[in-house]
């Protein structure tokens, strides 16, 4: 009669760098290869390490061993190895537990890892926090932060495509210092902005955060200082004023450009434009201004503020409901309208990568997007009243919590300083309609 096989207590973890994956200083990252019982997993360890250097008389000196080890060559071999180790004696514990557990049968791979990574199993898929990706665990973090703004959600997607073209063998799982440092230093490579160096690790946080591991790091902060950001003068918010736009769908979006300066507003806030934010705002003299207020999306503050004839006329053409429009579609429209109205001048769209600057000069047809629009008004404010606090009301920053009675108060004793501001921004456009398209 056949007898089934008996399996042994046997198992083999190995530790392979990859020499495919080699970076520009030499290091490798080293994978871990568990194989038992005919089946077999692969996780990236996070251990990035030299395979060999310069030794004496023009030799090269072998820092890796066959057998998977780091030679005392390297400054962290003894940390290094430790860690390897310590990967080593966990699997083989756990191992021996599953099959002293059910002596001679094999041990499933799904108990293995199970067993092996608890803390990350998922309801949905079993899937251990090892093996998850980067955008796999991001898009659990968005869905446990789906309060937040969508351009507040999607920028982190940015760090889920670099990893995939960088090391998409790594998971969030298996990041150290080493590798963070490395990643770091790749985007620098690449001539990141140091802003952006800032966002991706702070995704690597969130990632940690969402599988319950250690995220409070020192290595996973990051220092950047941002590049001035793009500001048109008066004569060029002028220009767009006075454009005839080459079509509906031009004139929609530098209508709403504009009413977005006007207002202050966020991208992510002005899609969320409503006709019941329209507020009377009493002053003191008893005059009346209308005003908009809303809860801001990336701070939940509210925000109160006093418009100009030319923002009423405007939110009334549409009915304060302007038509949808994603983030992308909305820049491009108005860079095509600024290059319509002419918008020419050279400006250094540059950015601040591993501290220095970069030059990138660049048109400001081709700069132009939705934030300009924030950007410039407060600029423009600033400039035209001298006050800083005019600029903060309308940006919506505060110095202290703000409630709606704060807001009101607030937007009275400034509103008349505001108005007069803008009058002599907008000039003959103050209380004026803006030109339709071209029949």
């Known amino acids: 009669m056949y007898a089934p096989a008996a399996y042994k207590r046997k198992i083999t973890v190995s530790f392979k760098p990859r020499r495919e994956k080699q970076?520009?200083?030499?290091?490798?990252?080293?994978?871990?290869?568990?194989?038992?019982?005919g089946q077999e997993f692969l996780f990236a360890t996070g251990e990035m390490v030299p395979l060999s250097r310069p030794g004496k008389a023009g030799k090269m000196e072998v820092l890796w061993t066959d057998e998977g080890w780091?030679?005392?060559?390297?400054?962290q071999a003894a940390a290094i190895n430790a860690r390897l180790s310590a990967w080593e004696l966990r699997i083989t514990t756990v191992f021996n537990g599953l099959f002293d557990a059910a002596p001679f049968t094999p041990v499933p791979k799904v108990e293995l890892l199970a067993a092996l990574f608890p803390e990350?199993?998922?309801?949905?898929?079993?899937?251990?926090?090892?093996?998850?990706?980067?955008?796999e665990v991001l898009e659990e973090w968005k869905k446990l932060n789906r309060n937040l703004g969508v351009a507040s959600l999607r920028k982190y997607d940015q760090m889920a495509t670099r990893m995939e073209q960088w090391r998409p063998e790594l998971r969030p799982a298996a990041v150290t210092q080493g590798v963070a440092l490395e990643y770091v230093q790749h985007l620098l490579d690449l001539q990141k902005a140091d802003a952006t160096i800032k966002v991706h690790l702070r995704a690597i946080k969130f990632c940690l955060e969402t599988?319950?591991?250690?995220s409070e790091h020192k290595w996973l902060e990051y220092s950047a200082k941002n590049a001035p950001q793009l500001d048109l003068e008066v004569p060029e918010l002028w220009a767009l004023l006075a454009l005839r736009p080459p079509s509906e769908a031009h004139r929609i979006e530098r209508d709403r450009w504009v009413l977005q300066l006007l207002c202050g507003r966020r991208y992510e806030d002005m899609a969320k434009l409503d006709p019941r934010q329209r507020t009377p705002l009493y002053l003191a003299d008893g005059?009346?201004?209308?005003?908009?207020?809303?809860?801001?999306?990336?701070?939940?503050?509210?925000?109160?503020?006093?418009?100009?004839?030319l923002a009423v006329r405007l939110g009334e053409r549409y009915n304060w409901q302007f038509p949808a429009a994603?983030?992308?579609?909305?820049?491009q429209l108005m860079k095509e309208v600024a290059r319509a109205a002419g918008l020419t001048r050279e400006f250094d769209d540059r950015t601040i990568s591993g501290g220095k600057a970069i030059s990138h000069w660049r048109l400001?047809?081709?700069?132009?997007?939705?934030?300009?629009?924030?950007?410039?008004?407060?600029?423009?404010?600033k400039q035209a009243?001298?006050?800083?606090?005019?600029?903060?009301?309308?940006?919506g920053h505060a110095d202290e919590d703000v409630t709606d009675v704060y807001a009101k108060d607030h937007a009275r004793q400034l509103a008349p300083a505001l108005l007069a501001a803008w009058q002599q921004v907008l000039g003959q456009w103050y209380d004026a309609e803006l030109p339709l398209e071209k029949q």
């Open 23 to 37: 970076n520009k200083q030499g290091l490798c990252p080293v994978r871990a290869i568990v194989r038992w019982h």
């Open 70 to 75: 780091v030679q005392r060559g390297n400054d």
């Open 120 to 135: 990350g199993t998922t309801e949905a898929g079993g899937k251990p926090a090892q093996l998850r990706t980067f955008r």
């Open 211 to 214: 599988l319950g591991l250690p």
């Open 287 to 309: 005059k009346v201004v209308p005003a908009l207020n809303h809860a801001q999306g990336k701070t939940a503050s509210d925000t109160l503020v006093p418009l100009p004839p």
């Open 326 to 331: 994603t983030h992308i579609v909305r820049n």
């Open 364 to 381: 400001v047809w081709q700069v132009i997007g939705t934030h300009t629009a924030r950007h410039t008004g407060a600029t423009l404010i």
């Open 385 to 395: 009243s001298g006050n800083k606090s005019l600029a903060k009301l309308l940006l």
